[in-house]
């Protein structure tokens, strides 16, 4: 029997022969084993945020799931739609794309260290309208990726207010930290990996945001690194995950912790995931105990020449205070 031709629309270094593999085989253990989900993993509901308990998920954690969220479910769904189609063109049409479409690392130009095995596309909020990417898929996916992040901004508005509360920030620094409509959509697709590859879906990082919010399919893969180990975070229908990025845990001091997380891709399974960054104004000056004053326009240009520079992001310790300050 002649075997499946590669998928036209993976890159052209996603294309591993046992792209159409179905059968999953015997697990093994490897360098991308966790352990089990842990059960302690907090779910808030967002319909009766308590204070105590997002302080708590925000100190241990960095991230917790969101239930009671309000975004509808027909509004994701057709989402998912519209970017299942937009992944599906061909390499070609989607490369021509660039900077919108990134294969590799979400860095795009900016190429990594390691190769993650990871593609998507990239639509920052504030220029959707600019998108270098024409033709009804992408209107369809361009329309909806806008609804779809006004219920994101309603959110991340909610969760960041009750922070403020509990960090006791003034008026104009919770105002300032977060620009909740001008943030990043991310639409992220893992193809299969061939079993002989060792390249995770995405390698180890923390985000630079405030927050970030995830949508992801039923497939799972998302790891995080908690107290040393690296643990499994099952999907669970209905809900959101929640996590805290570089700029929430200088805008806390540290008492809030910005979450380590990789993505462990299938051998068998695509996986696909919708993720919205929230960011702070960027000339906005971050005033912390532990970091030296910086506006998030600074992080962003010194992630972008670390990442020039060595392949990898080197983050917050950039900006931190030595311990004779």
Same mark, same amino acid.
């Given at each position: 029997?002649?075997?499946?031709? %590669? !998928? %036209?629309?993976?890159?052209?270094?996603?294309?591993?022969?046992?792209?159409?593999? /179905?059968?999953?085989?015997?697990?093994?253990?490897? %360098?991308?084993?966790?352990?089990?989900?842990?059960?302690?993993?907090?779910?808030?509901?967002?319909?009766?945020?308590?204070?105590?308990?997002?302080?708590?998920?925000?100190?241990?954690?960095?991230?917790? &799931?969101?239930?009671?969220?309000?975004?509808?479910?027909?509004?994701?769904?057709?989402?998912?739609?519209?970017?299942?189609?937009?992944?599906?063109?061909?390499?070609?049409?989607?490369?021509?794309?660039?900077?919108?479409?990134?294969?590799?690392?979400?860095?795009?130009?900016?190429?990594? @260290?390691?190769?993650?095995?990871?593609?998507?596309?990239?639509?920052?909020?504030?220029?959707?309208?600019?998108?270098?990417?024409?033709?009804?898929?992408?209107?369809?996916?361009? !329309?909806? /990726?806008?609804?779809?992040? @006004?219920?994101?901004?309603?959110?991340?508005?909610?969760?960041?207010?009750?922070?403020?509360?509990?960090? @006791?920030?003034?008026? !104009?620094?919770?105002?300032?930290?977060?620009?909740?409509?001008?943030?990043?959509? &991310?639409?992220?697709? $893992?193809? &299969?990996?061939?079993?002989?590859?060792?390249?995770?879906?995405?390698?180890?990082?923390?985000?630079?945001?405030?927050?970030?919010?995830?949508?992801?399919?039923?497939?799972?893969?998302? *790891?995080?690194?908690?107290?040393?180990?690296?643990?499994? /975070?099952?999907?669970?229908?209905?809900?959101?995950?929640?996590?805290?990025?570089?700029?929430? *845990?200088?805008?806390?001091?540290?008492?809030?912790?910005?979450?380590?997380?990789?993505?462990?891709?299938?051998?068998?399974?695509?996986?696909?995931?919708?993720?919205?960054?929230?960011?702070?104004?960027? !000339?906005?000056?971050?005033?912390?105990? @532990?970091?030296?004053?910086?506006? $998030?326009?600074?992080?962003?240009?010194?992630?972008?020449?670390?990442?020039?520079?060595?392949?990898?992001?080197?983050?917050?310790?950039?900006?931190?205070?030595?311990?004779?300050?």
């Amino acid at each position: 029997m002649a075997s499946a031709s %590669p !998928d %036209p629309s993976y890159p052209p270094l996603f294309r591993g022969p046992n792209n159409h593999r /179905v059968t999953p085989p015997t697990p093994r253990r490897g %360098p991308t084993t966790a352990h089990e989900p842990s059960s302690e993993l907090p779910v808030l509901d967002l319909e009766n945020l308590g204070p105590a308990q997002l302080a708590g998920a925000c100190a241990e954690w960095g991230l917790f &799931r969101a239930a009671n969220h309000g975004v509808p479910a027909a509004l994701a769904a057709e989402l998912r739609r519209a970017a299942a189609a937009l992944l599906a063109l061909p390499f070609e049409a989607k490369d021509a794309a660039a900077p919108a479409y990134f294969w590799g690392s979400p860095a795009g130009p900016i190429r990594v @260290k390691n190769l993650n095995w990871v593609e998507g596309f990239h639509v920052s909020l504030a220029r959707c309208g600019d998108a270098a990417i024409s033709g009804r898929e992408f209107s369809l996916f361009r !329309d909806l /990726v806008n609804q779809y992040c @006004k219920h994101m901004a309603r959110i991340a508005r909610t969760i960041f207010d009750a922070m403020a509360i509990d960090l @006791k920030l003034t008026g !104009d620094q919770s105002s300032s930290y977060l620009s909740e409509h001008d943030g990043t959509f &991310r639409v992220y697709r $893992y193809p &299969r990996r061939p079993e002989n590859c060792d390249n995770l879906g995405m390698e180890a990082h923390t985000d630079s945001s405030v927050l970030s919010i995830l949508n992801e399919d039923d497939v799972g893969g998302l *790891q995080i690194l908690h107290r040393g180990e690296w643990l499994d /975070v099952k999907p669970i229908a209905d809900t959101l995950i929640v996590n805290l990025g570089d700029m929430m *845990q200088a805008i806390s001091s540290d008492r809030y912790k910005s979450v380590e997380h990789r993505v462990v891709a299938s051998p068998f399974t695509e996986r696909k995931s919708l993720c919205y960054f929230a960011f702070p104004v960027e !000339d906005s000056v971050i005033i912390s105990s @532990k970091y030296k004053p910086f506006t $998030y326009r600074e992080f962003k240009a010194q992630v972008e020449e670390d990442i020039k520079a060595t392949g990898a992001k080197v983050g917050l310790s950039r900006f931190r205070l030595s311990a004779s300050n």
